[in-house]
């Protein structure tokens, strides 16, 4: 019989793979990312917190600084000056873009962009993290959500 991995469990590996201390506001603040289908506001992770855990807000912005330096988590800006988080896979790549929905906010992770699409910096630069945010409408707000999927190629939207 194969065991049920659960956010939580999940949670508890990345955090021991770390080498440093598995606490209930570090497995439960990560589960949580790791479990959404999107990026969290830090009102959002506490608001999803069982209440009973007495998780504190200053325990919750520690909590997700912790799990950025560790790369279990990654914070994500927005023009709204609200900071969002959501889970780090093992492949993370600080290359990646991001997609914010202009209508409800919704911020998904989209795929790591190739080397050979990254800006390239003047010598003696040392670039560490690329942050590219697409603005437009997610699936739920697009009023064309029932026809064929949008992708924008060379600025021109292509119908698939």
């Not at 590996?13 to 770390?18: E, S, Y």
């Not at 201390?21 to 603040?29: E, K, P, S, Y």
């Not at 200053?58 to 912790?66: A, C, I, K, S």
């Amino acid at each position: 019989m194969t065991a049920t991995h659960t956010p939580a469990s999940n949670a508890e590996d990345l955090i021991q793979a770390t080498g440093e201390r598995i606490t209930v506001a570090r497995v439960r603040v990560l589960s949580l990312l790791l479990a959404a289908p999107r990026a969290l506001t830090h009102h959002e992770i506490e608001q999803g917190l069982d209440p009973s855990l007495r998780i504190d807000r200053v325990t919750v912005y520690r909590t997700l600084e912790w799990l950025t330096r560790q790369h279990l988590a990654h914070k994500i800006s927005s023009d709204d000056r609200v900071w969002r988080f959501n889970a780090a896979p093992a492949e993370h790549d600080a290359r990646h873009a991001h997609f914010k929905c202009t209508n409800c906010g919704e911020v998904i992770c989209l795929e790591d962009l190739p080397a050979k699409h990254l800006p390239r910096v003047p010598v003696g630069y040392l670039p560490e993290v690329l942050e590219v945010t697409i603005k437009g409408l997610c699936r739920e707000c697009c009023p064309q959500r029932n026809g064929p999927e949008t992708a924008l190629v060379n600025d021109r939207p292509l119908n698939r």
